[in-house]
């Protein structure tokens, strides 16, 4: 990392966990990602979602497909955990280089998760072969049990399901993917590097109140929920330390802003535009920019045992605000973007 007050020329990042859909949407949002990471980790939870090593090929090629030419970009694709995935289908995928990683959803957590895992001690199994073939598992760490209050489904996740899989499977490596709460940031803190976590840049900026107060705005509805202040404050501790355990994962999740507003709206942010220019005028508001390169570029590699990317990125301080398109025109309707509601500064040298 080279650095001077209004300059930073950094290893190119890479986006530990991204959403990009299929198709027309798909080549819509692409770019925005591409811009400024070289590979990001897709979700597999398409509808259907990707269930196989066979689906994850051809995922990978629609993808590939949808990037413009002389693009240097690398998606890395997942499999989606559900009660019957075999453990030798995981493992085949995974010694091809089709798959990183395997997302477990619990069954009705968040969007298109209604084919996840009701009953975790099902794919014990499964996760033990992956521990022994040192196979990354990314969760969605929220309870779904009705009764459990939505701002507290993570924090009961950590003691009900991922506390007892850490004693039952110490060496599997884990991501707990955008962490939300000041638990699972000390969780994590309190445990062994085989256990990483993502955060968000919506999670690091605002908290619940842009969502619920002055009116209600359903484009800052995502799942996990956004916490109250003090949370985010603990988000920020964690990511902008220098912590190896902590990297980012943008969650960027595009929906048609008629899905979002909606008598049953979408979960999801889509801030996958401006997620660096973002990160970067964050870190320099906390004085924490020299941390900016491990959190965004190095931090992840480093747990998933990739190896580093040689390309760099240079941000710059403008001394003019960037402005911030308020959407994205697909051909099948208008995604907002996320408005992070500070003022940005810092902007991708072309
Ligand atoms: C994601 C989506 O729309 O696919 N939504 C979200 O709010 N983050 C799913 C997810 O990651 O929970
Ligand atoms: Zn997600």
Same mark, same amino acid.
Do not use: R
């Given at each position: 990392m080279t650095a001077n007050k209004n300059e930073l020329k950094i290893t190119k990042p890479d986006d530990w966990h991204l959403h990009i859909r299929d198709t027309e949407i798909m080549k819509a949002v692409l770019p925005a990602t591409y811009r400024w990471a070289s590979r990001a980790i897709i979700?597999?939870? =398409?509808?259907?979602? !990707? =269930?196989t090593g066979a689906n994850a090929r051809s995922y990978a090629s629609r993808i590939k497909e949808s990037i413009e030419a002389g693009v240097e970009f690398e998606p890395l694709l997942t499999l989606y955990l559900t009660q019957d995935t075999l453990a030798d289908e995981v493992l085949a995928s995974y010694n091809q280089g089709l798959i990183k990683a395997v997302k477990l959803y619990p069954?009705?957590?968040?969007?298109?998760?209604?084919? @996840?895992?009701?009953? !975790?001690q099902k794919v014990y199994p499964v996760l033990a072969a992956m521990s022994d073939a040192a196979i990354p598992l990314l969760i969605h @760490?929220?309870?779904? &049990?009705?009764? !459990? &209050?939505i701002f507290d489904r993570e924090a009961v996740f950590i003691e009900q399901i991922l506390e007892p899989l850490r004693r039952e499977l110490p060496d599997l490596r884990i991501v707990m993917e955008h962490v939300t709460t000041k638990e699972a940031t000390s969780y994590v803190l309190n445990e062994s590097e085989n256990l990483g976590a993502t955060i968000t840049p919506h999670h690091l900026v605002v908290n619940r109140n842009v969502m619920l107060s002055g009116g209600i705005n359903p484009?800052?509805?995502? =799942?996990?929920i956004l916490k109250r202040e003090s949370h985010r404050l603990a988000l920020i501790d964690a990511a902008t330390?220098? &912590?190896?355990r902590f990297f980012l994962g943008t969650d960027s999740a595009p929906h048609l802003d008629g899905a979002k507003i909606d008598v049953c709206g979408c979960a999801g942010v +889509?801030?996958?535009? +401006?997620a660096m220019e973002i990160l970067a005028q964050l870190f320099d508001n906390l004085g924490a920019l020299d941390n900016l390169e491990g959190f965004v570029s190095l931090h992840g590699a480093d747990f998933y045992k990739l190896p580093r990317n040689k390309e760099k990125l240079t941000l710059f301080k403008s001394d003019i605000m960037l402005e911030m398109p308020k959407t994205l025109h697909t051909k099948q309707g208008n995604i907002t973007l996320f408005d992070p509601l500070m003022p940005v500064y810092w902007q991708i040298m072309k």
């Open positions: 979700m597999p939870n =398409l509808e259907p979602p !990707i =269930l069954a009705g957590a968040t969007t298109n998760s209604h084919n @996840g895992v009701t009953d !975790i @760490g929220e309870v779904t &049990d009705p009764q !459990i &209050d484009h800052y509805y995502c =799942l996990p330390k220098g &912590d190896k +889509f801030n996958a535009p +401006f």
